[in-house]
């Protein structure tokens, strides 16, 4: 294991913003005592990025705000010190009361934290600015005309557009990446010297994540903050980090230089975040020459998929204005062909993968099916004659925690489908499921437990096993890894294409992560406001696009290379 530095040669106390020494954070449980953190120690340098790596449960975001003393009621810090650089001397931050004034003028004043989900650290009763105005008042004795001002400048300076009229707009007016610069405005309003990022891109799509990034950087270097970044995405460290600390089972198992953890890595887990990286950098399905991808039979086929919302006819005459979620969409797919749809979040496409399931009517347009009974126009059949059709299509979720019921073991969800319309039960369906799991590689005497017993990753192949149930043809999966860890995510990538291949399946696949679509599919197909503007095979439209919409797309994909950034010389994209 690598030792952080704790004393480089050369460095002035004024490098050093705040030192972590040998930190541990326990959390106390019904029947044992969770380590979560154990000794960790690093060190956050003025003007510095400092990327916390490790994936989920590695313990990087609870040692996060650990630094804030803002960990739940459960969790004690164990051992260690939090040494806040100060003109009077050391603050050791562990040590301070949490109802003290001076732990109450570092959280959101000396510290400023972006939290990872806008949504739920907003209010949703109270304007974006009234929100900004309390964190100014509060922390820098402002009145309300002067934190009016001053949040106005904030929302400027973080990119928001006409601050003057969104000062007064509330959290769901805002977009994704609105909200994100809004928790960033509301961050940096107290002048903070420390700025900690808690994975503030993984619910964005790959050009504001861009976007944002580059934001929170200018921002850090104008203001020569420290920063602590805390992500799972290695393209993202290799974009931005200065240093980087990798996390596992609590512990900091490598510390370094970005270009020697990219390029001299010496954990075995270090080692292993960046092969399943570099792996989805790849095409797995590259065997196929450009020439026979798409040359088989088609077994669906989307004609002029539309689908409007909000066109109505006004009180008063007129008509209110529609708004066009897919607009003309076209494609076929073919047997044993996995069909990326890519683009930015409000781009269509999960309203696609649903109309083509009509679990969304379309407005017009056609959806055919050639099934081993001959054509279906799927848009004509009746609720009835779906459950046929949705025999052989099936849908796998985005979310593997939120898709799976918590009241019902994993057999009776695995077997759901199977009772329901094939009408079997007892020993027949259980040996179904035992089956079932088994192919999705999980051990079939774990069927009578919940989903609260498994992991993220093993919930999705719960997931996949209940789409395979009824031996389909297609399967839709609608971002089916985003909430997935990389090392998991290729794992479950990996499963699907060797079920395919034992299966003869075909798929849809719906992502904004485009390196998941290169080394997943044999076409993509790019979205842009509901027209599919260009599709094609993978390694073209990944390599050589022709719209200057999927150029600036494919060139803001973080590239795991510290030495070759892509996102510094993106193309960027304007309507």
């Given at each position: 294991?690598?030792k952080?530095?704790?004393g480089?040669?050369?460095?002035?106390?004024?490098?050093?913003?705040?030192?972590?020494?040998?930190?541990?954070?326990?959390?106390k449980?019904r029947?044992?005592?969770?380590?979560?953190a154990?000794d960790?120690?690093?060190?956050?340098?003025?003007?510095?990025?400092l990327?916390?790596v490790?994936?989920?449960?590695?313990?990087?975001?609870?040692t996060a705000?650990?630094?804030?003393?803002?960990?739940?009621?459960?969790g004690?810090?164990?051992?260690?010190?939090?040494?806040?650089?100060?003109?009077?001397?050391?603050?050791?931050?562990?040590?301070?009361?949490?109802?003290?004034?001076?732990?109450?003028?570092?959280r959101?004043?000396?510290?400023?934290?972006i939290?990872?989900?806008?949504?739920?650290?907003?209010?949703?009763?109270?304007?974006?600015?009234?929100?900004?105005i309390e964190?100014?008042?509060?922390?820098?004795n402002?009145?309300?005309?002067?934190?009016?001002?001053e949040?106005?400048?904030?929302?400027?300076?973080?990119e928001?557009?006409?601050?003057?009229?969104?000062?007064?707009?509330?959290?769901?007016?805002?977009s994704?990446?609105?909200?994100?610069?809004?928790?960033?405005?509301?961050?940096?309003?107290?002048?903070?010297?420390?700025?900690?990022?808690?994975?503030?891109?993984?619910a964005?799509?790959?050009?504001t994540?861009?976007e944002?990034?580059d934001?929170?950087?200018?921002?850090?270097?104008?203001?020569?903050?420290?920063?602590?970044?805390?992500?799972?995405?290695?393209?993202?460290?290799?974009e931005?980090?200065?240093?980087?600390?990798v996390m596992?089972?609590?512990?900091?198992?490598?510390f370094?230089?970005?270009?020697?953890?990219?390029y001299?890595?010496k954990h075995?887990?270090?080692?292993?975040?960046?092969?399943s990286?570099?792996?989805?950098?790849q095409?797995?399905?590259?065997?196929?020459?450009d020439?026979?991808?798409g040359?088989?039979?088609?077994?669906?086929?989307?004609?002029n998929?539309?689908?409007?919302?909000?066109a109505?006819?006004?009180?008063?005459?007129?008509?209110?204005?529609?708004i066009?979620?897919?607009?003309?969409?076209?494609?076929?797919?073919?047997?044993?062909?996995?069909?990326?749809?890519?683009?930015?979040?409000?781009?269509?496409?999960?309203?696609l993968?649903?109309?083509?399931?009509?679990?969304i009517?379309?407005?017009?347009?056609?959806v055919?099916?050639?099934?081993?009974?001959?054509p279906?126009?799927?848009?004509?059949l009746?609720?009835?004659?779906?459950?046929?059709?949705?025999?052989?299509?099936?849908?796998?979720?985005?979310?593997?925690?939120?898709?799976?019921n918590?009241?019902?073991?994993?057999?009776d969800?695995?077997?759901?489908?199977?009772?329901?319309?094939?009408?079997?039960?007892?020993?027949?369906?259980?040996?179904?499921?035992?089956?079932?799991?088994?192919?999705?590689?999980?051990?079939?005497?774990?069927?009578?437990?919940?989903?609260?017993?498994f992991?993220?990753?093993?919930?999705?192949?719960?997931?996949?096993?209940?789409?395979l149930?009824?031996?389909?043809?297609i399967?839709?999966?609608?971002?089916a890894?985003?909430?997935?860890?990389?090392?998991?995510?290729?794992?479950?990538l990996?499963?699907?294409?060797?079920?395919?291949?034992?299966?003869?399946?075909?798929?849809?696949?719906?992502s904004?992560?485009?390196?998941?679509?290169?080394?997943?599919?044999?076409?993509?197909?790019?979205?842009?406001?509901?027209?599919?503007?260009?599709?094609?095979?993978?390694e073209?439209?990944?390599?050589?696009?022709?719209?200057?919409?999927?150029?600036?797309?494919?060139?803001?994909?973080p590239?795991?290379?510290?030495?070759n950034?892509?996102?510094?010389?993106?193309?960027?994209?304007?309507?």
């Open positions: 294991m690598t952080p530095d704790l480089t040669e050369g460095e002035t106390r004024d490098d050093v913003a705040l030192s972590v020494e040998n930190l541990s954070l326990d959390f449980l029947t044992e005592i969770l380590h979560a154990r960790v120690s690093f060190k956050l340098r003025r003007g510095k990025t990327c916390l490790g994936e989920s449960g590695s313990g990087k975001s609870v705000r650990a630094l804030m003393r803002i960990i739940d009621s459960n004690i810090i164990a051992n260690g010190r939090i040494l806040l650089d100060d003109p009077k001397g050391k603050i050791d931050i562990a040590q301070l009361d949490e109802r003290s004034k001076d732990l109450l003028a570092i959101g004043g000396r510290i400023g934290l939290f990872q989900e806008p949504m739920s650290s907003l209010s949703p009763v109270h304007t974006i600015g009234s929100q900004i964190a100014l008042r509060l922390h820098r402002m009145s309300k005309a002067e934190a009016r001002a949040t106005i400048e904030l929302l400027r300076q973080v928001i557009p006409n601050p003057d009229k969104m000062i007064d707009r509330y959290t769901f007016e805002f994704g990446g609105m909200r994100q610069r809004a928790m960033i405005a509301m961050a940096l309003s107290a002048n903070p010297e420390i700025l900690i990022a808690d994975e503030p891109t993984t964005l799509d790959v050009t994540q861009a944002i990034l934001l929170i950087k200018r921002l850090q270097v104008s203001r020569g903050m420290a920063m602590l970044l805390i992500t799972h995405d290695m393209g993202v460290v290799a931005v980090a200065d240093e980087v600390a596992h089972y609590g512990r900091i198992v490598e370094g230089s970005v270009d020697d953890i990219f001299e890595p075995d887990y270090t080692k292993r975040l960046l092969n990286t570099v792996k989805l950098e095409n797995r399905r590259s065997t196929k020459r020439s026979e991808v040359t088989g039979k088609v077994i669906l086929s989307a004609r998929l539309s689908k409007l919302y909000g109505s006819t006004a009180w008063f005459g007129g008509s209110t204005h529609a066009k979620a897919v607009d003309d969409v076209s494609f076929d797919l073919h047997a044993g062909e996995n069909l990326g749809i890519v683009g930015e979040s409000g781009s269509g496409k999960t309203t993968g649903r109309m083509l399931l009509r679990i009517e379309p407005t017009s347009g056609s055919m099916f050639n099934g081993d009974n001959g279906l126009d799927v848009t004509k009746s609720k009835r004659q779906l459950r046929d059709y949705y025999s052989e299509v099936r849908l796998v979720f985005q979310d593997p925690f939120a898709s799976l918590p009241r019902m073991t994993v057999r969800i695995v077997g759901d489908p199977l009772r329901v319309t094939k009408k079997i039960g007892g020993k027949a369906l259980d040996d179904r499921v035992c089956e079932l799991l088994s192919l999705v590689g999980l051990d079939p005497s774990t069927r009578e437990r919940y989903p609260h017993a992991s993220g990753g093993q919930r999705q192949r719960i997931g996949i096993a209940r789409s149930a009824l031996d389909p043809k399967i839709i999966a609608d971002e890894t985003a909430a997935l860890d990389v090392s998991i995510r290729s794992q479950v990996d499963l699907l294409l060797d079920i395919q291949k034992r299966l003869g399946l075909s798929f849809v696949f719906i904004h992560d485009i390196s998941v679509v290169r080394y997943f599919c044999d076409r993509v197909g790019v979205m842009h406001r509901g027209k599919l503007v260009e599709i094609g095979p993978t073209e439209i990944c390599t050589a696009p022709k719209q200057l919409y999927t150029q600036s797309l494919i060139s803001a994909v590239n795991p290379d510290p030495r950034k892509r996102m510094l010389h993106r193309t960027r994209f304007k309507d």
